[in-house]
């Protein structure tokens, strides 16, 4: 599903979100500064926005993990054109089986690609295991909007207007299908930090963003 859509992911990304998911990024990005973070695993990487947009924490190595050779080909012409291809390295594979050493991380991001691990325990075991003790992983994903009237107009922008849109510029109205479907099923809030809990994780940080839209989860590996 992803193949087919990579080359207009982009540019659909911009025009769904209206540009906040950069915002959000740069969210995920001012939480790790504190960490200092030199050699970051960005999982789900897809067209390695955030890999790309990582480069302003100065760190010594990026690894952005897909398994969409078709959005890695993507990101890949897009780091080059940046001149990062030094520091920014994308590989095939799949989440739930990370092709790493244990305790190689010093950071561990995933922007919306949690929801779409096949089996979430298993993935967010994986995470754990190749951060370093004491080391963060930080989650941007979508979540469920609360707040009258904003959620009536979220739901009915994510059901009908997002499919419609993936269509028009993609030909692929059932990628945006799944999307509000995915994120109608996923664990969030609370729920999600007592998964993380419960994966080892400590110093669980939820903060909603837009409204709650999206949602940022910080937690760090024990030390």
């Known amino acids: 599903m992803f193949d087919g859509i990579a080359s207009r992911y982009d540019l659909i990304n911009r025009v769904l979100s209206l540009r906040i998911d950069v915002l959000w990024r740069r969210k995920v990005i001012q939480l790790l500064k504190r960490y200092q973070p030199k050699i970051i695993l960005d999982v789900a990487t897809g067209t390695a926005d955030l890999a790309i947009a990582m480069q302003r924490l100065r760190p010594t190595k990026i690894i952005g993990l897909d398994l969409s050779a078709q959005m890695l080909a993507v990101g890949q012409q897009k780091i080059e054109t940046k001149g990062l291809d030094g520091l920014i390295e994308l590989v095939k594979g799949d989440s739930e089986n990370l092709p790493f050493d244990a305790n190689h991380f010093d950071a561990v991001t995933v922007a919306f690609g949690v929801r779409n691990f096949e089996n979430l325990q298993k993935g967010l075991d994986e995470l754990y295991r190749v951060l370093k003790p004491g080391a963060p992983l930080v989650i941007l994903e979508f979540s469920k909007v609360k707040v009258f009237p904003i959620k009536q107009f979220y739901h009915f922008y994510f059901r009908y207007i997002t499919p419609f849109i993936g269509k028009l510029f993609s030909r692929d109205q059932k990628a945006y299908t799944y999307l509000p479907n995915s994120v109608a099923v996923f664990p969030e809030g609370e729920e ?9 994780f400590n110093h669980i940080e939820c903060k909603p963003l837009s409204f709650g839209i999206a ?8 030390a």
Do not use: D, F, H, R
Not at 192 to 200: A, D, E, N, R
């Open 215 to 222: 949602t940022i989860y910080l937690a760090q590996k024990s």
């Open 192 to 200: 999600m930090c007592v998964i993380l809990q419960g994966t080892g």
